[in-house]
């Protein structure tokens, strides 16, 4: 079965820094990743999202991952971070389910604060 | 603009009760989600379906049912509500794996407190 590991329950970044989320994944065959935001009190949306392909993945809001087979990763990056960045971040990797779709399994999230 | 949009945003009910959280969205999609959000436990699929009455358990489907009559209406069902299912719940709809797209589209979420 496959599971997602998110180290950083919480990131302190301040603002105009760079940031980098942790992720990594146990899959046997080709996963399929996601990274999703939740702001406070809303929904997840979708930030990007990796298939196959080029390796290093370019987002909304600035954001971009790189999947790395080797280290079984799929690490989330923003050169610069913007106060409203501040959310709830959760990885995801989809695995194939019934009916051919893919059932994505969750990580815990990383929740990101962002000091003026 | 895509939409799943979830009946209540806040619910209050007490112990024992039937409860209903209902689901639609207006992108023809074949799968629909349940998932409940704890803090520090991520999000945990309850049940997911692929098509119309069909339905399968997901990671927690323990205390929980669900049904799937019309393709935009996913509901879920707590047959006798109880404290430890206080929580967050979150429905979301994507394509069919088949068509290759699998992002998943979320409601705004439904915050359940048991009494």
């Known amino acids: 079965a496959q599971s997602v590991t998110q180290p950083d329950i919480h990131i302190t970044v301040s603002e105009g820094a760079s940031l980098e989320l942790r992720c990594n994944y146990s899959y046997g065959a080709t996963p399929y990743l996601f990274w999703y935001v939740q702001s406070p009190g809303q929904g997840l949306q979708l930030l990007l999202k990796y298939f196959s392909g080029d390796t290093l993945v370019q987002g909304i809001k600035g954001f971009e991952a790189e999947f790395k087979r080797s280290q079984s990763s799929f690490n989330l990056r923003k050169p610069s971070v913007h106060w409203s960045d501040a959310a709830e971040y959760f990885c995801?990797?989809?695995?194939?389910?019934?009916?051919?779709?893919?059932?994505?399994?969750f990580g815990r999230g990383t929740s990101l604060i962002v000091h003026p | 603009d895509v939409k799943v949009t979830q009946s209540s945003r806040y619910l209050v009910k007490r112990t024992g009760e039937k409860v209903f959280l209902e689901c639609v969205q207006d992108?023809?999609?074949?799968?629909m989600f349940w998932y409940r959000q704890d803090p520090g436990l991520g999000l945990r699929l309850i049940y997911f379906s692929y098509d119309v009455k069909m339905k399968e358990k997901g990671d927690i489907p323990e205390g929980y049912s669900v049904s799937r009559e019309k393709k935009e209406r996913f509901s879920l069902i707590l047959e006798s509500a109880s404290t430890n299912q206080t929580s967050m719940y979150l429905c979301?709809?994507?394509?069919?794996?088949?068509?290759?797209?699998?992002?998943?589209?979320f409601g705004p979420g439904t915050r359940l407190t048991v009494l």
């Open positions: 992108m023809d999609h074949e799968n």
């Open positions: 995801a990797v989809g695995a194939r389910g019934s009916g051919g779709s893919y059932i994505p399994t």
């Open positions: 979301a709809s994507s394509l069919s794996g088949l068509a290759g797209n699998n992002e998943q589209f």
